[in-house]
């Protein structure tokens, strides 16, 4: 003879509201899903950002004392002393720390055969700061010929606006570095002169750059004494939009480049757009939660005759609660499941774009939405449970 | 285990009560182990409401209602669960099958509960009252004094100190009722059991001890 339950089952099987469950069930998992999904997105955009990767915008800031009126008045100078520098290195957001060396040397950059001649300004950092290291970046006092970085802006700027103002040709990057520039660097008497050509267009850094060798050689033989110190630093940083990097520049009265600023905005803008997508997740859920939990009260009520027979022959309420209770965990398993593995087929599709982007996300599902898809899960079992439970007990 | 019933009075029948007689209700009445009593009484006196307090289904009652030492308006659901499953066993006057189940499947239910019987004895109760064959069929598809008879099976399915019947055999013919009977004295006579009927005159197949009047 058959057992308990299946027969108690089938005595409450007459009356099961398919289209309900299916609803509840449907919305629950979406909801879940893109909860889950936008958990992970916030996750991995995190840990890139944090990581050495640089998503948006760059890992390198510039930091300079900001200048006052009262400061140049003053005749102010604004470098960053040794134990300044030594104090931002040892700052918990900051990776390294990059002295920009100035030319103390005067210089004249020219085009003889075009009878061109100009005041020229150099800047030298680190070449581990470069974002590109141009085949030709060394210099030596042999070298026939100094090599520069310059601006990409620089010659955005003569291509679209002076050239096309002045009935000048525009150039290409290629034809600027076939270039030959005579160089003169003088002091007091003293006089130098050599070659000059563009080996590379910076993005990151906004000057015009000589190799660090150079930099030492010349200041040290035709730049001004006296004690020196960089008026700007270039910083690499885990995280451009670090909360305690933005109070430090605050607290300290220091200026930075505003690509930190808008990439800062960019993720604030990005973690606003996942947050409200995680909130409509939640709603979501919390809606379906609720229709579950209506559906299995629907149920119980619509059989309320058969439980309460049933508990007039000696059924006991754990046996009733079960019955429903069984079924509260298959759609919960199902939810589970089903946004989990929505979740997977998604972040892989995310991770394909991304990485055409020539970016790379973090590996696996992180850490952050196990945890919110265990918390939902439970939410969801104590919550039908309570339901399932205290609808029984009212019948018995 | 007797029961003792102290000053009894349904919240329904308050009214009524107050200008009539009665031998169980507002009085000390006391139903013996083992005994066989057949209540009597017309419609709308209290047949029906005094067999569900006995089985916790009721607990509108002014009174008190004692089984053995305790008063079973304290019992919860869990104990009343066991009490059903084990000490007290009751054929509905409405029958309360489930409709959709086949015979079989309704019986099997009670049994399936308590695993008193086998399913040679089911069936073995089911040839003596000539119904074997509805225990394949719908219970919606039965006629009323066949219901009646599957729901008193299922009420054998059990071990039990009381049998309650609420009008046992309303819906049968006298052959029919006369094998009930007779399948309810042995049953009880097995098993040491006492009976409560409620109807409205005794049936003479089925010997009573005493006879109440409500």
Redo the contacts between chains.
């Keep these: 003879?058959?057992?308990?339950l299946p027969?108690?089952r089938?005595?409450l099987s007459?009356k099961t509201g398919k289209s309900y469950f299916i609803f509840a069930v449907g919305g629950a998992l979406l909801g879940c899903t893109l909860l889950l999904v936008s958990v992970q997105l916030w996750s991995d955009m995190q840990a890139t950002v944090r990581g050495n990767a640089s998503l948006i915008g760059g890992d390198y800031i510039f930091l300079a004392k900001r200048v006052t009126t009262i400061g140049a008045l003053a005749g102010g100078k604004g470098g960053f002393s040794d134990a300044e520098i030594n104090t931002l290195r040892r700052q918990p957001f900051v990776l390294s720390v990059g002295r920009i060396e100035a030319s103390r040397f005067q210089a004249l950059l020219g085009m003889q055969f075009l009878h061109l001649i100009s005041e020229a300004f150099f800047e030298s950092v680190p070449d581990s700061f470069l974002d590109i290291t141009p085949r030709d970046w060394t210099w030596n006092p042999r070298s026939a010929s100094v090599p520069l970085i310059v601006s990409a802006d620089f010659i955005d700027l003569y291509n679209f606006g002076f050239a096309a103002g002045h009935n000048m040709p525009q150039l290409s990057r290629k034809s600027v570095e076939l270039v030959d520039f005579d160089l003169t660097v003088r002091s007091a008497g003293r006089s130098f002169v050599t070659k000059a050509h563009i080996v590379g267009f910076s993005d990151r850094v906004n000057s015009i750059l000589v190799p660090t060798s150079f930099m030492t050689w010349a200041n040290a033989n035709y730049g001004v004494r006296g004690t020196y110190q960089p008026a700007r630093l270039i910083v690499k940083t885990r995280d451009p939009a670090d909360e305690r990097l933005i109070r430090f520049v605050r607290e300290h009265a220091l200026q930075t480049n505003a690509e930190r600023l808008r990439s800062g905005k960019v993720r604030i803008l990005l973690e606003l757009a996942l947050s409200a997508t995680a909130l409509i997740g939640g709603v979501i859920v919390l809606l379906a939660a609720f229709v579950l939990v209506l559906y299995f009260q629907v149920m119980i009520l619509r059989s309320d005759s058969?439980i309460t027979?049933l508990?007039?022959?000696?059924?006991?309420?754990m046996t009733l609660f079960w019955t429903y209770f069984r079924r509260a965990l298959v759609a919960i398993i199902l939810i589970f499941g089903g946004s989990l593995g929505a979740l997977v087929w998604s972040k892989n599709q995310i991770s394909a774009i991304v990485d055409a982007q020539g970016f790379v996300l973090p590996e696996g599902i992180g850490m952050s939405v196990l945890l919110a898809a265990a918390a939902m899960f439970v939410m969801l079992l104590v919550g039908n449970a309570v339901a399932i439970m205290r609808g029984v007990?009212r019948l018995? | 285990m007797s029961i003792a019933l102290h000053n009894v009075v349904p919240h329904p029948l308050r009214m009524f009560l107050t200008d009539h007689h009665s031998e169980v209700w507002n009085t000390q009445a006391t139903f013996n182990k083992g005994e066989r009593v057949f209540v009597s009484a017309p419609s709308g006196k209290g047949k029906t409401t005094l067999l569900m307090i006995l089985?916790g289904?009721r607990k509108d009652y002014d009174g008190e209602v004692v089984c053995g030492e305790q008063a079973i308006r304290s019992r919860n659901?869990?104990r009343w669960?066991?009490v059903?499953?084990d000490s007290i066993s009751?054929l509905f006057q409405e029958l309360?099958l489930?409709p959709?189940?086949t015979g079989l499947?309704n019986v099997?239910?009670?049994?399936?509960?308590?695993g008193y019987a086998?399913?040679l004895k089911l069936k073995e109760y089911a040839v003596r009252l000539d119904v074997a064959e509805c225990l394949y069929r719908p219970c919606r598809q039965l006629s009323l004094g066949q219901q009646q008879r599957i729901a008193l099976i299922?009420s054998l399915m059990?071990p039990f100190e009381w049998l309650l019947l609420d009008e046992p055999f309303s819906h049968l013919d006298a052959d029919n009722a006369a094998a009930m009977a007779a399948l309810i004295d042995e049953e009880c006579e097995s098993r040491e059991a006492g009976l409560i009927v409620a109807g409205f005159t005794p049936f003479a197949g089925l010997k009573c001890g005493r006879e109440l009047g409500l």
């Design positions: 003879m058959k057992t308990l027969l108690v089938r005595a007459k058969e027979l508990s007039h022959l000696g059924v006991g309420w007990r018995l | 089985y289904v659901h869990t669960t066991s059903r499953r009751v309360r489930f959709e189940m499947e099997a239910l009670k049994n399936a509960i308590t086998d399913e299922r059990q």
